[in-house]
């Protein structure tokens, strides 16, 4: 190991850049995507059949932009240097782990159109028979609870559709001004011709397309989802002196940051019923397509749930990407629901025990919440800076510690023995 703090701390530095070039050309979501071509075969096709996609349509169509087996050399060999250099040092097991779940990323990929690819991306992501705890209710469980609960608010009773009269240029121009606290001029929105969906997000960047429109809300949206959380994650990640590995996500800091996203956008007011019921849409329809349900069964699905046809394919396909039709899910969007479980769950605890500083690590870079009590002692070694990119709700940390402190309390009241006690107010 190296001999003086300083020459340890060079060696993290250079492992982590390593690490980082090494995963660079993984692109996990561009590898499993489906073409316009499978959809425009599909709605030919009256969507009576399946989608032409198997082991044989990826490689032309989604060609990886590596070579598995160099990279899996590459990250092996960074594997045992780790080890030889760091010892048992905390961090070493840090991007070790990353380092084995990037390993197990590469054999997903490779399984891509087979039966096998299900299976790994339940490991990676999360299965929905997966419980948070022992004895505790599954992700399946929760995905059946949150969805009676969204079920039983009718959104249209007492909320008018929201105007989308903003345009794209208007949008740039709002969320510039919105973030530049936060993100500073490292964050760039732009408009984009080239993206199908109304807006982009990636390390850096927020796009929007140029012919769309938005809605107040919508900003809100990409303002406190992925300004805030995932382009601040990211930022502070890319500037860590020593860890620079925290800039880049692997599928367990995947759950995490989508967690902080939701809990993010719940606690400042901007999500909405309809947008939280399309994250409990999506757990029932990996539970169905865990359970042997096919695309076409999990399509007519989200069409009797009163989707558009178009909103239906979408919303299957994500399910089914990486995968076939017919051989299990893509697992990746129960992220949300175990995340954000985990995020509030964590936070909670962490005021319990008086642990309230640990709360803005969560921001310090693409990390998994179980890792939080290893950095904070690298923090106190000086491998780790606090994140200094923290949206307006984290860094007034006693305001955030006051609400958890309510919330620890709340969560003791018998919410049915409240029913009776307020019967008349509810009558």
């Known amino acids: 190991m190296p001999g003086s703090a300083n020459e340890f701390r060079e060696a993290v530095r250079g492992f982590s850049d390593e690490l980082v070039a090494l995963q660079q ?56 240097r780790i080890s030889r250099g760091l010892g048992g040092a905390p961090v070493a097991g840090l991007l070790v782990e990353r380092i084995d779940e990037y390993l197990r990323v590469i054999d997903m990929l490779d399984a891509r159109g087979t039966p096998a690819f299900s299976p790994i991306a339940s490991e990676l992501y999360g299965g929905i028979d997966d419980g948070l705890h022992p004895d505790g209710p599954t992700l399946a469980d929760l995905g059946v609870l949150m969805d009676d609960a969204l079920t039983s608010i009718d959104l249209g009773t007492w909320q008018p559709p929201e105007e989308h009269s903003y345009t794209a240029e208007t949008g740039v121009d709002i969320l510039r001004d919105r973030l530049a606290p936060v993100c ?33 809300r919508d900003l809100r949206v990409l303002e406190v989802h992925e300004g805030w959380v995932h382009v601040a994650t990211t ?46 849409r999506r757990v029932l329809a990996i539970k169905m397509a865990q359970e042997g349900g096919t695309f076409l069964d999990v399509f007519r699905w989200f069409v009797d749930e009163g989707l558009a046809e178009a909103d239906a394919w979408a919303s299957s396909v994500r399910v089914f990407r990486g995968s076939t039709p017919t051989d299990g899910p893509f697992t990746k969007d129960l992220v949300y629901t175990r995340g954000f479980l985990e995020v509030y769950d964590f936070m909670r605890l962490a005021v319990k ?40 709700h984290v860094a007034d940390i006693s305001a955030l510690a006051s609400w958890m402190a309510y919330s620890n309390l709340l969560n003791r009241i018998d919410l049915n023995q409240m029913e009776t006690h307020l019967g008349a107010a509810l009558d």
Request: glycine share 8%; aromatic share 8%; proline share 7%.
């Open 25 to 80: 050309p993984i692109r996990i979501l561009d590898a499993v995507a489906w073409g316009d071509d499978v959809a425009a075969e599909f709605f030919a096709a009256g969507c009576r059949r399946q989608p032409n996609v198997d082991a044989e349509y990826y490689a032309p169509h989604r060609p990886l932009r590596f070579e598995p087996e160099e990279v899996r050399a590459g990250f092996t060999d960074l594997r045992s």
């Open 184 to 216: 500073g001029d490292e964050l760039r929105v732009i408009i984009d011709d080239g993206i199908v969906a109304d807006a982009a997000a990636g390390g850096d960047y927020i796009k929007l397309r140029a012919d769309a429109m938005f809605s107040a």
């Open 235 to 280: 930022l502070n990640g890319r500037h860590q002196p020593w860890c620079t590995f925290l800039g880049k996500g692997t599928p367990s800091t995947t759950s995490t940051q989508e967690g902080l996203a939701v809990f993010t956008e719940i606690t400042t007011m901007s999500s909405t019923p309809d947008r939280l019921r399309k994250v409990t």
């Open 353 to 392: 025990r008086g642990l309230i500083d640990r709360l803005p690590l969560l921001f310090a870079g693409k990390l998994a919440v179980r890792e939080l009590g290893v950095l904070a002692h690298l923090v106190e070694e000086g491998l780790l800076e606090s994140p200094s990119r923290l949206p307006p």
